[in-house]
């Protein structure tokens, strides 16, 4: 990969990163974090959406092991 791709893949993953724990942050849980359930926009700085929440996760783990599986996933 040229560098400039691996730069641009690596400021995804971080922005993907920084709007998961901001999500976290105000106590939610994703589910399902995986790229198919992410939208991305490569400006600067790149943004981050997340799609396709799922509903039961918090039902069946505490938050802290949810949001832990989420960053696990991510």
């Known amino acids: ?3 400039a791709e691996v730069s641009e893949r690596r400021a995804l993953l971080v922005a993907a990163a920084r709007g998961l724990g901001e999500l976290h942050a105000h106590g939610f849980v994703h589910g399902a974090p ?3 359930n992410l939208t991305a926009s ?4 790149p ?3 997340f ?3 799922e509903d ?3 039902s069946r783990m505490r938050l802290e092991c ?3 599986r ?3 996933l991510l």
Not at 42 to 45: C, K, N, R, S, V
């Open 1 to 3: 990969a040229r560098l």
């Open 34 to 36: 995986l790229p198919r």
């Open 42 to 45: 490569t400006g600067a700085p």
């Open 47 to 49: 943004w981050i959406g």
């Open 51 to 53: 799609l396709d929440f």
């Open 56 to 58: 039961h996760t918090g």
């Open 66 to 68: 949810a949001q832990a």
């Open 70 to 72: 989420d960053l696990a």
